[in-house]
Structures are given as structure tokens and as C-alpha cells.
Nanobody, 113 residues
Framework: QVQLVESGGGLAQAGGSLRLSCAAS??????MGWYRQAPGKQRELVATINSGGWTNYSDSVKGRFTISRDNAQTAVYLQMSRLKSEDTAVYYCNAGKSGQYYWGQGTQVTVSS
């Protein structure tokens, strides 16, 4: 059974940093990533990374956030720097293989200005 468990969310001040972690169990994955959903908005892509290390970022976080994953392909991280109030959202871990995708339960990130 696949399970994704996020950690590392919380409260940060604008301009500060937070690091999110997602531990996957039950499989390894060809692509892993982070999405977020702010109140009243649709869930949106933050960043993804595939097994070859290729990364993709939304324009809103490019240059401020860094995604990485472990060599075992079972964990993904999101280093968030220079946080802004508009980064406030629930952040979800996502992992996929062979056309199937899985979600974590989400972790709240709140940035105070």
C-alpha cells in the first residue's frame, strides 16, 4: 500500500525559510513533486523532479524554492526560501509511476507578513 507522509510545515515570517519533507512507502516512483492549494483557489503545481533529477518549477517559486529527492527514490524535499505571504497554502506531496499518482494528506504552510 502506497503512503506519502509530509512533514515540516508550519508558520514562518515573510522572507524566512521552511523545509518540507515527504516520505514515501510501498513503492518507488519515477516522478515526485509538490503542489499547493490556498483557500478558495485550485490546487497548483509548485515543483516536480523525476528519477533522472530533471526539475520543473512554477514561475511563482522559481529562484526561491528548491526541490530534491533521495537516491532511493522514496523521499522528496522542498526547500522554501524568501517566503512570501502568497505562499500560504496547504502543500501536498505527489508521487507517480506507470501512470498512477498518489497524494499525501497535506501540510499547512503559513507565512506572516
Amino acid at each position: 500500500q502506497v503512503q506519502l507522509v509530509e512533514s515540516g510545515g508550519g508558520l514562518a515570517q515573510a522572507g524566512g525559510s521552511l523545509r518540507l519533507s515527504c516520505a514515501a512507502s510501498g513503492s518507488t516512483f519515477s516522478i515526485m513533486g509538490w503542489y499547493r492549494q490556498a483557500p478558495g483557489k485550485q490546487r497548483e503545481l509548485v515543483a516536480t523532479i523525476n528519477s533522472g533529477g530533471w526539475t520543473n518549477y512554477s514561475d511563482s517559486v522559481k529562484g526561491r524554492f528548491t526541490i530534491s529527492r533521495d537516491n532511493a527514490q522514496t523521499a522528496v524535499y522542498l526547500q522554501m526560501s524568501r517566503l512570501k505571504s502568497e505562499d500560504t497554502a496547504v502543500y501536498y506531496c505527489n508521487a507517480g509511476k506507470s501512470g498512477q499518482y498518489y497524494w499525501g494528506q497535506g501540510t499547512q504552510v503559513t507565512v506572516s507578513s
